[in-house]
């Protein structure tokens, strides 16, 4: 998963999804479209 840890991954999305309106919000959730350190900055 593009070297992002499993459990940083979900915590981030299930916090970000609530504010998704369009679908290009939820396409820069995909995992490859992250790196870990926009997952360690939230």
């Known amino acids: 998963?593009?070297?992002l840890s499993v459990i940083d991954y979900?915590?981030?999305i299930l916090?970000?999804?609530p504010y998704?309106?369009?679908k290009e919000?939820?396409?820069k959730l995909l995992p490859f479209?992250?790196?870990a350190e926009e997952l360690?900055?939230?």
């Open 33 to 35: 479209n992250l790196s």
């Open 25 to 27: 919000d939820y396409q």
């Open 1 to 3: 998963m593009n070297n």
């Open 10 to 12: 979900f915590n981030y």
């Open 40 to 42: 360690k900055a939230v």
């Open 15 to 17: 916090r970000k999804i």
């Open 20 to 22: 998704c309106e369009i």
